[in-house]
């Protein structure tokens, strides 16, 4: 008798600790970026489950016609009343019938915005507002925020400037030719859309402040300053001499609304310039931060920094993911933030409170000129962490012996072992995770009914290699490592496939055809028509390498031009053999489900597989993964995301493999889960890129009826 009422005890709990963890949230919905309203990349729906999960077939393909050499698409689509609402690689918007993939209607922005080839960057996804027969798409394009009728496609004109609002104005800011992408969508609470931005990484940066505007009117209704303002709180955690041309501090990764606590949640990146802080002495804030906002007013109501004076590009890499968990027999309402660290920070959304403790941990210190590093860095006790922590002796890939000895040869001169050791002029540094984490922009699931947190990663060491400015003895090699020298290298090689090497350019382009590329941009490149006519010709000239004027010394040394580092970072570098193999040993993808009522992980597997290295008779080893999961009520767990071209499915207790299926093309992105006439729908885009072949696809998978 005991024995069953215990069970039924049990039973019992676990009734509550759903109906607890569910709060007013419809997990049937997908029409945010994250899926439901909390962000949580969570489906409740269940008629595809662990038992039927391998009769999935393909249900429409939608081709948009419009994919380039190295294009992508990074969108996760919404569904809204049928409609399936996303974005093509050239960043046109549309909208298909969700059960059919048809068609209903296609906006190309720039029919508004003129420029046919203009750059605009990547688009993650559309943000969906309604009040009564108002129905808006509004999406990002390149610096600009625009709506259009969300049944018909077309611009509303009132909103903003004729259906536009120009995201480089508004920044209480004297300056407005900066680089800014909407790469990530906004949120909505209330009229208000709150939206943040992608930035140039380099010292020409705009500030990264927080905005939220008027989603009919395209007012601006509140501002929150990452980068203080003179008297306001964080002011004092920079140089004043410096901070009014310091930018970055973004929110790139896009954010969460509770809407019932009225706080908006918002991560942010690293200032710049992001490898030398010179300029920046203090910690920073609100870089490298989780803010919680007055989602009414903008105001701050409490604030995490996981990086002080962040020297390693550690930007919070994803939105946030709204929580409910059990810990010592309560009930949290918590915000749970993922890290490139391949590190979850969990606080109590109200009050900022840990919900385990953070330990502020000695760190060695920089050894560069005019930089201070920050004497500590916080680290929480847990939950624990989803990858590993150091790229020790032992995890130098020794897969083969040629292998292992092409990447020591690299390593020869580069320090090891710690991953808050700081750049050095003196020798490399491996960091681990890489710049592209860790965790990355497809941000982490987390199922409300078991409390588990699902989350991939990337587990592949960089190399950062840092160089003295050549203190403008040649301009043109100062605009150039400005402005190019992050992505291409100093030495103008690159990081092939993904970024091409800039020697040879003379053999392919006219002075003409350069300088009109390097204002429009293309495929990743971004436009750099924000820097002036002279500067960008004397960055065609060495490019080009003829005989490069001496440029306008005046304009470059003037009171607007932006600082330049002491120091330039060699070019983003992933540590590869010769064949393009991750230098460590594998897994180099792996997929974790955490407990997050413990902190403790459930389990962990590799994620990805390359064909060549399986054919050679070893494991699969995992690839580097872009985009995020979806955790179901059918006990599946859904994720494409790797450079294999393939979309998974997993049991979500256990993490074993149940299902994949071969894609166009690499599905960068995160899935939507949806139900339309009865029928369960999983939906990927296949845009490809990063180095794998570019498709224009988006594939639904459904059971056969």
Same mark, same amino acid.
């Given at each position: 008798?005991? $024995? ?82 996303? +974005? ?49 798409? /509004? ?33 209480? +800011? ?176 109200? +009050? ?20 201070? +590093? ?89 190399? $950062? ?147 060549? /290295? ?92």
């Amino acid at each position: 008798m005991k $024995i069953i009422k215990a069970l039924f005890f049990l039973i019992f709990l676990g009734f509550v600790a759903c109906t607890q963890s569910s709060e007013k949230t419809d997990y049937t919905d997908w029409s945010h970026y994250g899926g439901p309203a909390d962000g949580s990349r969570y489906s409740s729906l269940n008629q595809i489950n662990k038992e039927n999960v391998n009769q999935l077939e393909v249900a429409w393909t939608y081709r948009t016609g419009d994919a380039t050499e190295r294009s992508q698409i990074q969108c996760q689509p919404i569904v809204v009343n049928g409609l399936l609402y996303g +974005t093509t690689p050239k960043l046109n918007v549309f909208a298909v019938n969700a059960a059919t993939g048809k068609e209903l209607w296609r906006f190309d922005p720039f029919q508004i915005l003129g420029g046919e080839n203009s750059w605009a960057g990547t688009n993650r996804g559309v943000t969906y507002w309604e009040e009564g027969e108002d129905k808006r798409i /509004l999406f990002g394009a390149g610096n600009w925020l625009m709506a259009v009728d969300a049944l018909t496609g077309q611009p509303i004109t009132s909103f903003g400037d004729g259906g536009k609002i120009d995201l480089r104005k508004g920044l209480d +800011t004297e300056r407005e030719d900066f680089l800014i992408v909407a790469n990530a969508p906004g949120v909505i609470f209330k009229n208000k859309i709150i939206i943040g931005m992608r930035l140039s990484e380099g010292l020409d940066a705009a500030p990264g402040h927080i905005r939220a505007y008027n989603v009919i009117t395209g007012e601006r209704e509140w501002i929150f300053h990452t980068i203080p303002h003179e008297g306001g709180f964080g002011y004092d955690t920079w140089d004043p001499e410096f901070i009014q041309k310091i930018g970055g501090a973004n929110n790139w990764a896009g954010m969460v609304v509770d809407q019932e606590k009225e706080i908006v949640f918002v991560p942010t990146g690293s200032a710049t310039y992001d490898f030398w802080g010179g300029y920046r002495k203090g910690d920073n804030l609100f870089a490298n931060s989780l803010i919680a906002i007055n989602a009414n007013t903008g105001e701050r109501i409490w604030h995490f920094q996981a990086v002080h004076h962040d020297v390693w590009d550690r930007d919070f890499p994803a939105n946030p993911n709204l929580i409910r968990i059990q810990k010592d027999g309560k009930w949290i309402d918590a915000v749970a933030q993922i890290s490139k660290q391949g590190m979850t920070y969990v606080f109590d959304r109200e +009050t900022g409170e840990p919900v385990w403790p953070i330990e502020e941990i000695a760190m060695p210190q920089s050894e560069l000129a005019g930089e201070k +590093t920050a004497a500590t860095q916080p680290i929480p006790t847990l939950p624990e962490p989803f990858m590993n922590m150091t790229f020790q002796d032992q995890d130098i890939l020794n897969l083969k012996p040629e292998w292992e000895a092409d990447i020591r040869a690299q390593l020869s001169n580069v320090k090891i072992g710690d991953t808050w050791a700081p750049p050095s002029a003196e020798h490399g540094i491996v960091l681990f995770p890489g710049m592209d984490g860790g965790g990355e922009w497809g941000g982490a699931s987390f199922d409300p009914t078991n409390q588990t947190l699902y989350v991939n990663a990337n587990q592949v060491p960089w190399l $950062i290699e840092m160089t003295p400015n050549a203190a403008f003895e040649n301009i043109g090699q100062s605009i150039y490592s400005t402005y190019c020298g992050n992505c291409h290298g100093l030495e103008r090689k690159g990081n092939p496939p993904s970024i091409p090497s800039l020697l040879g350019l003379q053999e392919k382009y006219k002075p003409d055809s350069l300088a009109e590329l390097l204002r429009k941009g293309r495929g990743a490149m971004p436009a750099f028509d924000h820097i002036s006519e002279e500067n960008r010709k004397v960055l065609v000239n060495f490019l080009l390498d003829k005989q490069a004027d001496s440029g306008d010394k005046k304009e470059l040394e003037s009171e607007n031009a932006p600082l330049s580092p002491r120091y330039f970072m060699n070019g983003y570098k992933r540590l590869v053999t010769k064949e393009g193999l991750y230098g460590s040993n594998p897994p180099w993808g792996l997929l974790t489900a955490i407990d997050m009522n413990t902190g403790k992980k459930k389990w962990q597997v590799t994620l990805g597989e390359i064909d060549s /290295l399986s054919a050679q008779g070893f494991e699969p080893t995992g690839t580097e993964n872009y985009g995020g999961p979806v955790a179901t009520a059918g006990g599946v767990l859904f994720i494409a995301a790797t450079k294999d071209e393939k979309i998974r499915a997993f049991d979500k207790e256990t993490g074993e493999l149940l299902w994949e299926a071969k894609l166009p093309a690499s599905g960068h992105a995160t899935p939507a889960v949806y139900e339309m006439n009865g029928k369960q729908f999983l939906v990927i885009a296949c845009g490809g890129g990063k180095g794998t072949k570019s498709s224009d696809a988006y594939v639904a998978f459904s059971l056969p009826d």
